[in-house]
T-cell receptor, first 112, second 113 residues
Framework: EAEVAQSPRYKITEKSQAVAFWCDPISGHATLYWYRQILGQGPELLVQFQDESVVDDSQLPKDRFSAERLKGVDSTLKIQPAELGDSAMYLC??????????FGPGTRLLVL | GDSVTQMEGPVTLSEEAFLTINCTYTATGYPSLFWYVQYPGEGLQLLLKATKADDKGSNKGFEATYRKETTSFHLEKGSVQVSDSAVYFCALSESNAGNMLTFGGGTRLMVKP
């Protein structure tokens, strides 16, 4: 069964450093989502792509976060500089034309 | 805006007990409703979904019925197992919002032998 791949699974960094997360969606899925999940809470959408275009990035802190999906396949989420409050699980999900989203295993970020 | 409210946990049950996790929602249109499950240290797995009123989603013994009149989508299972211990998230999506998911806060279920 096809899965969404994410790497790294865990990342520890110091504040003010740059970090990057990678996501490879299920093959053929045009829509890709990045969510942030703070411990003990539900995920919240950061950015949504349709192919290579950003559909919604209204909740993305653009002063420090950036996301790209240059060829409309895999995607990178970057944080620069990282802050203590960025510690969370970063989840990637993808979907085809139907509405069901399939999630990857996530990247757990700890900022010290 | 859209929102999802679920009962706070943790919910602690003995094996073979009956499970109900309440979920209610507010939405501007006609959302699709989902239950996702998250095991420790892992991402979210789709458990079940329903796309219109009175639909019943079911999977692995879990069920939930889309109740438009009460704006609810309660999760039930007749006999829980230790392996069901996880965090359960209720969520909704609307096609006019790009199908982004709006999640509840999650409910932790602990099943004891």
């Amino acid at each position: 069964e096809a899965e969404v791949a994410q790497s790294p699974r865990y990342k520890i960094t110091e504040k003010s450093q740059a970090v990057a997360f990678w996501c490879d969606p299920i093959s053929g899925h045009a829509t890709l989502y990045w969510y942030r999940q703070i411990l003990g809470q539900g995920p919240e959408l950061l950015v949504q792509f349709q192919d290579e275009s950003v559909v919604d990035d209204s909740q993305l802190p653009k002063d420090r976060f950036s996301a790209e999906r240059l060829k409309g396949v895999d995607s990178t989420l970057k944080i620069q500089p990282a802050e203590l409050g960025d510690s969370a699980m970063y989840l990637c999900a993808s979907s085809s034309n139907e509405e069901t989203q399939y999630f990857g295993p996530g990247t757990r970020l700890l900022v010290l | 805006g859209d929102s999802v409210t679920q009962m706070e946990g943790p919910v602690t049950l003995s094996e073979e007990a009956f499970l109900t996790i309440n979920c209610t929602y507010t939405a501007t249109g006609y959302p699709s409703l989902f239950w996702y499950v998250q095991y420790p240290g892992e991402g979210l797995q789709l458990l079940l979904k329903a796309t219109k009123a009175d639909d019943k989603g079911s999977n692995k013994g879990f069920e939930a019925t889309y109740r438009k009149e009460t704006t609810s989508f309660h999760l039930e299972k007749g006999s829980v197992q230790v392996s069901d211990s996880a965090v359960y998230f209720c969520a909704l999506s609307e096609s006019n919002a790009g199908n982004m998911l709006t999640f509840g806060g999650g409910t932790r279920l602990m099943v004891k032998p």
